[in-house]
């Protein structure tokens, strides 16, 4: 394929796009595919000839879309949503159209101080202090990983990297069970390991940790001779929103001299919405912060917005400089590679722009008071519903309930039976968790498309399957 024969074959995908996500509420959510079905529809050789690209859309069409499930679709309740707002797309094209690598400031200028910038729009956004300065990492993951490095660093006065961890104190990271994991393999990453990662009793699934207790942990490590590093709390934890009471937390690692990071992937973009941000109160003390614009701001999949309180501790932890990689004259510029884990990275400021300038605060804001709006009627609904129970109450637009008719032998058979059977349905899309030793269904709203009837329709869905279920 040449250049010359891009624009017409732009036009077509756009148009291909335009109308996929017109049209995208008639499909099921989830792929209905059984596993190996594409694998074996695709050739086991590759092609030694060149093919005409119509022979790759059409196979595109016919092979891979029935495989997909549809993360853009507005009955996508399971998981957190993964919004592609179409201005961020528009800016994703044109990023792989100019295809830069902006790993320093001179292999693309534009790039650098686009993301300073855009990272402080961000920062504004979510009502943070001025003093935090911000970096895009491709992934949530990548974020923690970036900071449990610095926790790491920091606690061994930055002989880690050079010396390794051999014959050091063990160190020891402090979270309560809610939080992701991702924080789990940044510990085995950064070399402390999995028993080093101290479980921090909570006071309940959706209430978080319990500072006393990170208190007394961190105070028994100390005197049995171990070495803590650092405390990662969780604001919006992916099973039932669990969040960790931040200032109180915050003041517990202060008096330790603890390094602070606090994983909001998803809740974060609600902090947009100035009644929220009681969520995370006292965040402005904390060390790093990451949120994915990639999940309830709109922006195209993947984009981490990372802050820091002081970023000389990031970049003293990853910053390397071959010679080769040095910009010459120039200074006071900022080269990104240097505060992140990979050295390449992709123009990811540029949807994040887009998308602030097309949709505007308000707009962004009032889709997600909508989700949490509509979040709520639905929990109200099925808490007046016979034979259902509400397990954890919304956090934001998540919620857990379970299905318990009356004389059910094994409710989490019968609730894992309930979500496959739903999402056989295809009209709705649900994942389940697990609360305590229970077994729940997970609700929660957040595609930039669902209107209130799609979440009408969930009720429906739910009632309709269930009661189906044990006829
Ligand atoms: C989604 C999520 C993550 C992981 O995000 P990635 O960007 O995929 O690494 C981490 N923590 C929480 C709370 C999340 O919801």
Same mark, same amino acid.
């Given at each position: 394929?040449?250049?010359?024969?891009? !624009?017409?074959?732009?036009?077509?995908?756009?148009?291909?796009?335009?109308?996929? #996500?017109?049209?995208?509420?008639?499909?099921?959510?989830?792929?209905?595919?059984?596993?190996?079905?594409?694998?074996?529809?695709?050739?086991?050789?590759?092609?030694?000839?060149?093919?005409?690209?119509?022979?790759?859309?059409?196979?595109?069409?016919?092979? @891979?879309?029935?495989?997909?499930?549809?993360?853009? #679709?507005?009955?996508?309740?399971? *998981?957190?949503?993964?919004?592609?707002?179409?201005?961020?797309?528009?800016?994703?094209?044109?990023?792989?159209?100019?295809?830069?690598?902006?790993?320093?400031?001179?292999?693309?200028?534009?790039?650098?101080?686009?993301?300073?910038?855009?990272?402080?729009?961000?920062?504004?956004?979510?009502?943070?202090?001025?003093?935090?300065?911000?970096?895009?990492?491709?992934?949530?993951?990548?974020?923690?990983?970036?900071?449990?490095?610095?926790?790491?660093?920091?606690?061994?006065?930055?002989?880690?990297?050079?010396?390794?961890? %051999?014959?050091?104190?063990?160190?020891?990271? *402090?979270?309560?069970?809610? @939080?992701?994991?991702?924080?789990?393999?940044?510990?085995?990453?950064? &070399?402390?390991?999995?028993?080093?990662?101290?479980?921090?009793?909570?006071?309940?699934?959706?209430?978080?940790?319990?500072? !006393?207790?990170?208190?007394?942990? /961190?105070?028994?490590?100390?005197?049995?001779?171990?070495?803590?590093?650092?405390?990662?709390?969780?604001?919006?934890?992916?099973?039932?929103?669990?969040?960790?009471?931040?200032?109180?937390?915050? !003041?517990?690692?202060?008096?330790?001299?603890?390094?602070?990071?606090?994983?909001?992937?998803?809740? &974060?973009?609600?902090?947009?919405?100035?009644?929220?941000?009681?969520?995370?109160?006292? /965040?402005?003390?904390?060390?790093?912060?990451?949120?994915?614009? +990639?999940?309830?701001?709109?922006?195209?999949?993947?984009?981490?917005? +990372?802050?820091?309180?002081?970023?000389?501790?990031?970049?003293?932890?990853?910053? /390397?400089?071959?010679?080769?990689?040095?910009?010459?004259?120039?200074?006071?510029?900022?080269?990104?590679?240097?505060?992140?884990?990979?050295? &390449?990275?992709? %123009?990811?400021?540029?949807?994040?722009?887009?998308?602030?300038?097309?949709?505007?605060?308000?707009?962004?804001?009032?889709?997600?008071?909508? #989700? @949490?709006?509509?979040?709520?009627?639905? #929990?109200?609904?099925?808490?007046?519903?016979?034979?259902?129970?509400? @397990?954890?109450?919304?956090?934001?637009?998540?919620?857990?309930?379970?299905?318990?008719?009356?004389?059910?032998?094994?409710?989490?058979?019968?609730?894992? !039976?309930?979500?496959?059977?739903?999402?056989?349905?295809?009209?709705? *899309?649900?994942?389940?968790?697990?609360?305590?030793?229970?077994?729940?269904?997970?609700?929660?709203?957040?595609? %930039?498309?669902?209107?209130?009837?799609?979440?009408?329709?969930?009720?429906?869905?739910?009632?309709?399957?269930?009661?189906?279920? /044990?006829?």
């Amino acid at each position: 394929m040449k250049w010359t024969e891009f !624009a017409d074959w732009g036009r077509r995908v756009s148009q291909w796009a335009q109308d996929y #996500h017109l049209t995208i509420g008639s499909r099921p959510v989830r792929a209905q595919t059984e596993p190996g079905d594409i694998l074996n529809a695709l050739p086991a050789a590759p092609p030694e000839e060149a093919q005409p690209l119509e022979d790759v859309f059409r196979d595109f069409e016919n092979i @891979v879309m029935p495989g997909m499930t549809h993360w853009q #679709h507005p009955r996508f309740f399971a *998981y957190f949503n993964s919004n592609a707002a179409p201005a961020s797309v528009l800016a994703e094209f044109l990023t792989s159209a100019v295809a830069a690598q902006c790993m320093l400031w001179q292999t693309s200028p534009a790039a650098t101080e686009m993301e300073t910038r855009m990272m402080d729009w961000l920062r504004q956004s979510l009502g943070l202090p001025g003093g935090f300065a911000g970096v895009i990492q491709d992934s949530a993951s990548s974020a923690t990983l970036a900071a449990v490095l610095t926790m790491r660093e920091k606690a061994l006065d930055w002989q880690g990297n050079r010396a390794g961890l %051999f014959g050091a104190r063990a160190l020891r990271i *402090y979270a309560s069970v809610e @939080v992701h994991t991702s924080v789990d393999r940044a510990i085995w990453i950064a &070399g402390i390991g999995q028993d080093n990662l101290v479980r921090v009793p909570t006071d309940g699934p959706v209430r978080g940790m319990d500072p !006393a207790a990170l208190d007394a942990a /961190i105070t028994a490590d100390k005197e049995a001779g171990l070495h803590p590093a650092g405390v990662v709390l969780a604001v919006g934890g992916t099973g039932t929103g669990g969040t960790d009471p931040i200032a109180a937390c915050i !003041a517990v690692a202060r008096k330790h001299g603890l390094y602070v990071h606090v994983d909001a992937a998803w809740a &974060g973009s609600a902090m947009i919405c100035p009644e929220f941000r009681t969520f995370w109160e006292g /965040i402005e003390g904390a060390d790093s912060i990451v949120f994915n614009p +990639h999940k309830w701001l709109g922006v195209q999949f993947d984009c981490a917005a +990372h802050f820091l309180a002081n970023p000389d501790d990031l970049v003293r932890t990853l910053a /390397i400089q071959p010679v080769y990689l040095e910009t010459q004259g120039k200074d006071g510029i900022v080269n990104y590679s240097e505060w992140s884990v990979p050295l &390449g990275r992709r %123009f990811r400021a540029l949807k994040i722009w887009f998308v602030l300038r097309a949709y505007g605060l308000e707009g962004l804001r009032d889709r997600i008071r909508n #989700h @949490v709006k509509w979040s709520h009627n639905l #929990h109200d609904r099925l808490a007046e519903t016979p034979d259902f129970e509400i @397990v954890t109450a919304p956090v934001l637009s998540l919620f857990t309930f379970r299905y318990v008719p009356e004389g059910t032998a094994d409710p989490d058979a019968l609730n894992l !039976a309930l979500v496959n059977a739903i999402n056989d349905d295809g009209r709705i *899309y649900l994942t389940q968790t697990r609360v305590g030793d229970r077994m729940v269904i997970r609700f929660q709203a957040g595609q %930039f498309e669902t209107t209130a009837d799609d979440v009408a329709m969930a009720y429906d869905v739910i009632c309709e399957v269930a009661r189906a279920l /044990i006829q």
